[in-house]
Nanobody, 114 residues
Framework: QVQLVEYGGGLVQAGGSLRLSCAAS????????MDWYRQAPGKQRELVAG???????DYTDSVKGRFTISRDNNKNTVYLQMNSLKPEDTAVYYC????????WGQGTQVTVSS
């Protein structure tokens, strides 16, 4: 059974930093692409960042230069380091992986105050 558990959300002032973690189980972690999505109130869920099994990364334009996705295959964990946070980054952040279907974590709230 695939499980994704996110940690690290919270309330931070604009310009601050947070680090999200997602611990995965039930998958061959080292062979999978891992993603972070987010969903703000009243908006569609959007892809924020992804990291391939080889370590290649991709980001949505609005977070480039501020967010960094990384992975630790020994810990089956993917991270999202978020710096220079803006109020528009406020959302629920979800960890995601594609197996026989899409799998999602429970989400972690990130709130950035102005």
């Amino acid at each position: 059974q695939v499980q994704l558990v996110e940690y690290g959300g919270g309330l931070v002032q604009a310009g601050g930093s947070l680090r999200l973690s997602c611990a995965a189980s039930g998958i061959i972690f080292s062979l999978t692409t891992m993603d972070w999505y987010r969903q703000a109130p009243g908006k569609q869920r959007e892809l924020v960042a992804g990291i391939s099994r080889g370590g290649s990364t991709d980001y949505t334009d609005s977070v480039k230069g501020r967010f960094t996705i990384s992975r630790d295959n020994n810990k089956n964990t993917v991270y999202l380091q978020m710096n220079s946070l803006k109020p528009e980054d406020t959302a629920v952040y979800y960890c995601h992986v594609v197996g026989i279907r899409d799998y999602w974590g429970q989400g972690t709230q990130v709130t950035v105050s102005s």
